[in-house]
Structures are given as structure tokens and as C-alpha cells.
């Protein structure tokens, strides 16, 4: 399959559920399990610092610092198996990228809790292309509260993210949707998620 619309208000969001060949993505999961620098940073919220709830790695060229949570990322270098991929994936999605911040969900305990990518240096109309690998979890999109005070707010959207599959989120999507993955009781197997990222200079 290749990149197809999905039909949401104030957004562009593109989908292939099979992006990467199973046997493709399987080989990826099992190597970037191994591979990838994983490590668990403590955030603060509400006042409170705790761990995040899942492993995190940041890789990309040189320049590409990133600030997201207070947390601050100088980019690893990429390895072979991340820079491959992020050539298909700018061939599949016409963008260029020069980071990806990679996300290991252990468990269905492990989660992402509800934010806009909208940091300065992600730029006024960015791209975010988040390719998922491992178990299938259900990726959640609500109206930004802070855009929709004078006008009914569009109904909330659930999409399951599979094995081998690629989101493409272009602007105005992050202006007017935040996301999350949450939490989940049902017994589920670990999965990754690499969102690629254009990083310019802070100012």
C-alpha cells in the first residue's frame, strides 16, 4: 500500500498500515531492541520528578539538538540500520529528516501522555513521520483545547498503530490535535515507536 488520507478536520494525516514488508519489520525489531543506546530519563511533573514511563534514544545528524519535557537531547550518530530507515522513509513520505526519537514500550504499562510536537525548533509547519514496530497499540488524537474555544471541537480520533506501519503527521496537525498512547490492561508485548523529526536551530 502506499500513503493514504485520513479524513480529519484541521489536520493531514497520511497512513499505510503495511509500510514495512513483516519480515522487513521484524528483522528491524529485533535489531533496534539490541541495538539502540535505550535509556530511562527522569521528568518533572506537577512538581515531581519521576521516571519516564518508557525507554528513549535520540540519533541524528550533528546540529540536531532537541528540547521536549525540559529534557535536553544531543543527537547519537546514526547507526547504519536508523540511517537506512530514514532514507525510505524520506523517499516514501517526500520530507527530509535529520533526527528520530525512537520510544520502547515495554509493556501496556508503559505510556505517552498528551502533547502537540510544536517545540521551536521543530520549525511552524512540522512534519512528524512516527513509524511503529511490535505490538499494536491505540495511537489517540483530541482537538487542542486551546484552538477550538470558538467553535465546536471535532470528535476525538483512535488508530491502531500495527507492525510495520507509518503515520505521516503534517502541519496543521500539531497546531490543532494532541496525541498520546495510553496506558492499556491488556496483556501486550513490547513495541517501538521512531518518530522522524526535522530539528533546526534553537533560538
Known amino acids: ?16 498500515p503495511t509500510f514495512l514488508p513483516t519480515p522487513v519489520a521484524d528483522t528491524l525489531l529485533e535489531q533496534l531492541m539490541t541495538e539502540v543506546a535505550w535509556e530511562q530519563r527522569n521528568i518533572r511533573i506537577f512538581g515531581q520528578e519521576m521516571p519516564q514511563p518508557r525507554l528513549t534514544a535520540w540519533y541524528g545528524d550533528p546540529a540536531a539538538r532537541y528540547t521536549y519535557s525540559g529534557l535536553t537531547w544531543d543527537p547519537l550518530p546514526w547507526t547504519p540500520a536508523l540511517l537506512a530507515l530514514r532514507h525510505r522513509v524520506e523517499a516514501a513520505t517526500q520530507t527530509p529528516f535529520n533526527s528520530v526519537l525512537l520510544n520502547h514500550y515495554r509493556d501496556g504499562r508503559d505510556s505517552m501522555g498528551w502533547h502537540a510536537d510544536d517545540e521551536p525548533e521543530l520549525g511552524p509547519a512540522p512534519a512528524i513521520a512516527s513509524l511503529s514496530l511490535g505490538a499494536t ?3 489517540r488524537l483530541r482537538p487542542h483545547p486551546t484552538h477550538f474555544r470558538t467553535q465546536p471541537a471535532p470528535a476525538p480520533l483512535g488508530l491502531d498503530l ?23 490492561a491488556r496483556p501486550i508485548g513490547p513495541r517501538l515507536n521512531l518518530t522522524f523529526r526535522w530539528v533546526g536551530p534553537q533560538t
Open 137 to 139: 497499540r491505540r495511537f
Open 1 to 16: 500500500m502506499a500513503l493514504t488520507s485520513l479524513p480529519l478536520p484541521h489536520a493531514n494525516l497520511l497512513f499505510d
Open 162 to 184: 500495527p507492525h510495520g506501519s507509518l503515520l505521516l503527521m503534517r502541519a496543521p496537525t500539531q497546531q490543532h490535535w494532541q496525541h498520546a498512547l495510553p496506558k492499556t
